[in-house]
Structure formats: structure tokens, C-alpha cells
Nanobody, 124 residues
Framework: QVQLLESGGGLVQAGGSLRLSCAAS????????MGWFRQAPGKERAFVAA????????SYADSVKGRFTISRDNGENTVFLQMNSLKPEDTAVYYC?????????????????WGQGTQVTVSS
């Protein structure tokens, strides 16, 4: 079992920045690829970014490429999502996810464990 706890969400003005954190426990963290997904009001949950178990490979949704950066600290069992140049359309609940396997994946079905989510609201 893996437990995931997100933090760092909040309210920010357009153009601002936030850094989300996801603390993991319960399984060897470095053997798990991690992902961030988001669900905006009235929309389905969507892929944002993912990082391999080693941290050497990453993947981003086109909508956040160049603005968001995913990283991880395997010593602290934590994955981060640095979000810069935020836009109102980035408003969503952001979820951290972990998969059994080290490779980067973009599909929700590839992830076995999910956090409860953290709200990010970007005002115009």
C-alpha cells in the first residue's frame, strides 16, 4: 500500500506561482513513477505531468509545458510540482498519483494509488 498526501494548493493571481508537494509512504518510493493530474469543475480528470522513479525522465501535458516542472526527492519520499505563470484555466483540484513501476506514464489507469487532492484556484 502507498499513502499519498498533497499540500501547497491555494488561491493565487494569474501570473503567480505555486509549488505543490506530495509526500508518499508505505512503499519503496524510488521504484514508483509519480504523476500529477487535475480535475477542473465540470471536466474529467486530466494528465498534467509525470516523472520516472529515478527522476531522469519526465512528461508534460502540452497545456503546462514550459510553465510547470515536476521533480522528486527520493530521500524525502516527496514529489513536487512547481507551477509558474499560472492562468485561470489552471484552476482545478490537483491529484498526486503513484504507480507500481518506474516508467513514466500519462494514463490514469496506469496509476494504482491516489491522493485526496489539493485545490488550486487562479484568479484573473
Amino acid at each position: 500500500q502507498v499513502q499519498l498526501l498533497e499540500s501547497g494548493g491555494g488561491l493565487v493571481q494569474a501570473g503567480g506561482s505555486l509549488r505543490l508537494s506530495c509526500a508518499a509512504s508505505g512503499r519503496t518510493f524510488s521504484s514508483s513513477a509519480m504523476g500529477w493530474f487535475r480535475q477542473a469543475p465540470g471536466k474529467e480528470r486530466a494528465f498534467v505531468a509525470a516523472i520516472s522513479g529515478s527522476g531522469h525522465s519526465t512528461s508534460y501535458a502540452d497545456s503546462v509545458k514550459g510553465r510547470f516542472t515536476i521533480s522528486r526527492d527520493n530521500g524525502e519520499n516527496t514529489v513536487f510540482l512547481q507551477m509558474n505563470s499560472l492562468k485561470p484555466e489552471d484552476t482545478a483540484v490537483y491529484y498526486c498519483a503513484a504507480r507500481v513501476g518506474m516508467g513514466v506514464r500519462r494514463l490514469q489507469s496506469e496509476y494504482e494509488y491516489w491522493g485526496q487532492g489539493t485545490q488550486v484556484t487562479v484568479s484573473s
